[in-house]
């Protein structure tokens, strides 16, 4: 059953911009890890963003100082807002939340972003 939903996704060239979307039920969105995670085509998926209930973020090497993690708290939605768009960041993108000391459990259904060189 999903329960998070992602939107946003689509084509842009390379350089360009794209805000990625994830809208939560408020038990899921109050969880302790809110993630965006990616999977190309024939790779593993990986963990570009996270936030955290704290309100600490990390980031995924590849993307740092490119892609910014956001939430809002009064719309139960988190963000991910990237910019200077690669066409290696092409791939289909996950919003996922975990609690406390579990592994992320809950998944959206996955958007596509395409980035053309």
């Known amino acids: 059953q999903v329960q998070l939903v992602e939107s946003g996704g689509g084509l842009v060239q390379a350089g360009g911009s794209l805000r990625l979307s994830c809208a939560a039920p408020?038990?899921?969105?109050?969880?302790?890890?809110l993630g965006w995670f990616r999977q190309a085509p024939g790779k593993q998926r990986e963990l570009v963003a996270a936030?955290?209930?704290?309100?600490?973020?990390n980031y995924a090497d590849s993307v740092k100082g490119r892609f910014t993690i956001s939430r809002d708290n009064a719309k139960n939605t988190v963000y991910l807002q990237m910019n200077s768009l690669k066409p290696e960041d092409t791939a289909v993108y996950y919003c996922a939340a975990a609690e406390l000391g579990r592994p992320y459990e809950y998944w959206g259904q996955g958007t596509q972003v395409t980035v053309s060189s």
């Open positions: 936030i955290y209930y704290s309100g600490m973020t």
């Open positions: 408020k038990r899921i969105f109050s969880m302790n890890s």
